[in-house]
């Protein structure tokens, strides 16, 4: 048999209804999240960097300063806010929500505003959804 | 089942030609000059997202068919279809325009369609016929299939081939591109283009004529 001899067709497969009519706002709508992850990476990023150094400083200080015996372990309630946002900062296990909750409920703007990022303002002042926030993440 | 008119392009318009007139049909010329404005609009920032807008609604159904054609299942084109675009709106404003918009839209989705089947295998660890069965079992299956015996047949003679030459098929067969409009999207030589096509034809008729011996 020779393929000429085949009718062609070149519509074989069905396709949901309204499919391309509601495909254009899809796409829009996934690279309007695109873009929000891209802004979030890079205002994440950028406050990593922005304590880094800090934290750094903090860290070697810490090391050198306090007790490495037993006998005189470092009280918690002894850190200050800055002692333990830094923290936050470079614990990799923590996950970005639980961070960026932290943040948020202690009425931080973690200088979003300079990624041109609006923070949603009933998350500072209400109790933030998780779901939310993982959503808006 | 929605009916879709394949044909995309707007009824060409009668031109006074001062010179000579383009090689092109009119119809492909008036579709290189749309692209041209509908590039123009992009890379203008206030009216980006309604060029863009246009892009999608004028390419969107062949793109998703190539897709189609390749990985089968129509929740997978619809994910290539949205990466595809996607790509294209990240990377539109740095387009050379040394291909034309719809062979570098095609270049995107085949790429993403190569890539998707390619990964499909490396992450299940499936040897190169299952991936294959796999799509074939989905055409048996009858879900969204909607061609005769024959091209059922034909379907499942091009997943015998490797991937790259059932995109080549598919882009000379069911698209009809030329041979220089698939080596803009394949990056591929028209020589070795034509031989590709060549032996996939030989292969498919031997196919379908073992095939037709069997039934």
Redesign the interface.
Known sequence: ???DD?K?????????????ED??M???A??GQ?DRANTWAWAWGGLKLKYALPALSLALVAYFLVPKSGTNPLDINSLSTAQVEEYLLQETRLDDTEVVEYFIKSGQSLGLEDAGVNVPAEWLENEIDTEDLEDYL | ??Q?N?DTQSEPKAYMYLSKPPAQPASKAMTQAEDKELILKFRDEASR?WA??QI??KY??RV??NI??MV?D?DDA?DL??ET??KA?KHLANFREESQLYTWLYRIAANESLNFLSRKRRRFFVPLHDVRRELATKLDSGA????DE??LK??KALLTLPDKQRLVFNLK??EELTYEEMSEVTETSVGALKASYHHA?KK??AF??KS?DQS
């Open positions: 048999m020779k393929l085949l062609k067709e070149k519509e074989l497969f069905t396709i949901p209804e309204g499919y391309f495909l254009p899809q796409i829009q996934t690279i695109s | 089942m929605v879709h394949s997202n863009f807008n999608v609604r969107q159904q998703y068919a189609r054609k089968v129509h619809n279809t949205q675009f996607v709106w969204g299939f909607t061609g024959i091209q034909l379907q067969y069911f034809v498919i008729e379908l004529a037709m």
